[in-house]
């Protein structure tokens, strides 16, 4: 089981970027999703986040700028950014609440299932 982010990069202030994040393996079933964001020398920290039924959730610091989305039949997570700062630059990751199969069969759940991370960097 993975989750594979993707779409980050470089872009001035004011652009935009789409973060994708799909979630692969032997998934039972996904609840909420989400996407997170960790600056140099700063904690990671919640920039929105999804529940199955598209139920949103946005940091103030984000509101009207990002959208979070979602497709589940394809089991994938998007973030719409636009007028983007320079101090949106961070490592976002996505994250997911995913109940799957292990190889040997067991089924486990865990609340946060840990995608690598892709770097959105915004400049001035």
């Known amino acids: 089981v993975q989750l594979q982010a993707s779409g980050g990069g470089l872009v001035q202030a004011g652009g935009s970027l789409r973060l994708s994040c799909v979630a692969s393996g032997r998934i039972f079933n996904i609840g909420t999703m989400g996407w997170y964001r960790q600056a140099d020398g700063k904690q990671r920290e919640l920039v929105a986040s999804?529940?199955?039924?598209?139920?949103?959730n946005y940091a103030a610091f984000v509101k009207g700028r990002f959208t979070i989305s979602r497709d589940n039949a394809k089991n994938t997570v998007y973030l719409q950014m636009t007028s983007l700062k320079p101090e949106d630059t961070a490592v976002y990751y996505c994250d997911a609440e995913l109940t799957y199969s292990m190889n040997d069969g067991t089924v486990v759940a865990v609340r946060d299932y840990w995608g690598q991370g892709t770097q959105v960097t915004v400049s001035s």
């Open positions: 999804i529940t199955s039924g598209g139920t949103t």
